[in-house]
């Protein structure tokens, strides 16, 4: 993934991992601003494992997140591995494009 300028807008859903190894999928108009917020809060370091660029955010969300309903721990934190968010984003990318 390109190192993007913490000031580029960039608007998708982003998947960030927690320190506790957990994986929370959210989605924002401006990603870079939204993790910043989120770290605002957190002692440790959160850790960006990938983006997936949307037009409208909040409705691919929405597919990730039923994607992966059975390994959802709570709201918009899930259990999940780096190779399912690739290999979802992968899945994202060719069948549903812009949901």
């Known amino acids: 993934m390109r190192q993007r300028h913490p000031q ?6 982003y998947f960030l991992q927690l320190p506790n190894g957990f994986i929370k999928i959210g989605s924002s108009q401006h990603i870079h601003r939204r993790i910043a917020a989120l770290q605002a ?3 440790e370091d959160l850790q960006l494992v ?22 959802r721990i709570r709201y918009e934190i899930f259990e999940i591995s780096r190779d399912q968010i690739r ?10 494009g812009e949901a």
């Open 8 to 13: 580029e807008k960039i608007a998708g859903v």
């Open 41 to 43: 809060v957190h002692v």
């Open 50 to 71: 990938a983006v997936q660029p949307a037009a409208k955010p909040a409705r691919v969300e929405a597919w990730f997140h039923r994607l992966f309903t059975a390994s």
């Open 87 to 96: 290999e979802a984003i992968e899945r994202y990318r060719f069948t549903a």
